[in-house]
């Protein structure tokens, strides 16, 4: 079973930059789909953008043209580049990987916008 440890998150100001990374234990993570979640405090965890094992990428509609989900598989890791962050994109962000029957979720790591 692949593990995954999430890493990049921060306390940065409305309109800054981050960029996550979600690196995965094991090499047959090139065959994993993966996606990004967050949760903000009182609410549901909710999907943010995926990348397929071929690269191909979704977003929803509230991230679409400031984020960006890519992929690395010689390092094993899936990278989600945020820019012009918001307050309403404080969150923990979660990555999960899915192939098939099998998934896995990382640790999380905390993403917080405020001036």
């Known amino acids: 079973q692949v593990q995954l440890v999430e890493s990049g998150g921060d306390l940065v100001q409305p309109g800054g930059s981050l960029k996550l990374s979600c690196a995965a234990s094991?090499?047959?993570?090139?065959?994993?789909?993966v996606g990004w979640y967050r949760q903000a405090p009182g609410k549901q965890r909710d999907l943010v953008a995926t990348i397929t094992n071929s690269g191909n990428s979704n977003y929803t509609d509230s991230v679409k043209g400031r984020f960006t989900i890519s992929r690395d598989n010689t390092k094993k890791t899936v990278y989600l580049q945020m820019n012009s962050l918001k307050p309403e994109d404080t969150a923990v962000y979660y990555c999960?990987?899915?192939?098939?029957?099998?998934?896995?979720w990382g640790q999380g790591t905390q993403v917080t916008v405020s001036s």
């Open positions: 999960n990987a899915r192939l098939g029957s099998l998934a896995a």
């Open positions: 094991e090499s047959i993570f090139r065959f994993y789909h």
